[in-house]
């Protein structure tokens, strides 16, 4: 089916340092998400974008959705050891009964205390 | 609880058997989606609910596949004449929707990992 590119695909650094994810599509969503995955559990919702150009941030994480509508960052400053995860980016159309979520492959991030 | 629940956490089948995973959605939450996750893959959608209403079953694989809503609360997908390939981490996510357009984010549960041998 269909995904997002989503890079990188992992990084490992120190704690403390800042880290920054991007993801692209070939085609414009209303709407992009952004979750964090713990092995065996379910996706946490991190950050909802839904305006071109919007800039959010929840505590020391911070999301933009880009202003063509076919992309998304995410930031994260001053790490620490429980930031350790999977990140998923995710869009969506929108739309009828179109709700679904199209889904990046993740970006594996550890740091090192 | 508060949040989303599923059941089972694991399930093993041998090939061939039906299997059945439960899902609860947060109360309240009119929209239910579920989605298959493969091993360091992202989730692929299967079908999404609103109400008891199945509005979208475009990522269902095959007809094996079979998800329902009866009461519009609780959710159950179904597998019959399960395969290796249906080896995966089965989640459910729901969503409070207000209108046709408007668009609150999914909350997801862990899942249900499920194994055939």
């Known amino acids: 089916g269909q995904q997002l590119n989503q890079s990188p695909q992992s990084m490992f650094i120190q704690e403390g340092e800042d880290v920054s994810m991007n993801c692209t599509s070939s085609s414009i969503f209303n709407t992009w998400l952004w979750y964090k995955q713990d092995p065996g559990e379910g996706p946490v919702l991190l950050i909802a974008l839904y305006k071109a150009g919007e800039l959010t941030s929840n505590g020391r994480l911070t999301a933009q959705f880009g202003i063509t509508r076919k992309d998304s960052f995410l930031n994260i400053s001053a790490s620490i050891p429980s930031d350790v995860g999977i990140y998923f980016c995710a869009g969506q159309k929108n739309g009828g009964n179109n709700r679904k979520l199209i889904w990046g492959l993740g970006t594996s991030l550890g740091v090192n205390p | 609880g508060a949040g989303v629940s599923q059941s089972p956490r694991y399930k093993v089948a041998k090939r061939g058997q039906d299997v059945a995973l439960r899902c609860d959605p947060i109360?309240?939450?009119?929209?239910l989606f579920w989605y298959q996750q493969a091993l360091g893959q992202g989730p692929e959608f299967l079908t999404y609910f609103q109400n008891e209403a199945q509005l979208d079953k475009s990522g269902l694989p095959s007809d094996r596949f079979f998800a329902e809503r009866p009461e519009g609360s609780v959710s159950t997908l179904k597998i019959q004449r399960t395969q290796q390939e249906d080896s995966a981490v089965y989640l459910c996510?729901?969503?409070?929707?207000?209108?046709?357009?408007?668009?609150?984010?999914?909350?997801f549960g862990d899942g249900t990992r499920l194994s055939i041998l």
């Open positions: 109360s309240g939450h009119v929209s």
């Open positions: 996510a729901s969503s409070l929707q207000k209108g046709a357009y408007s668009n609150q984010p999914q909350h």
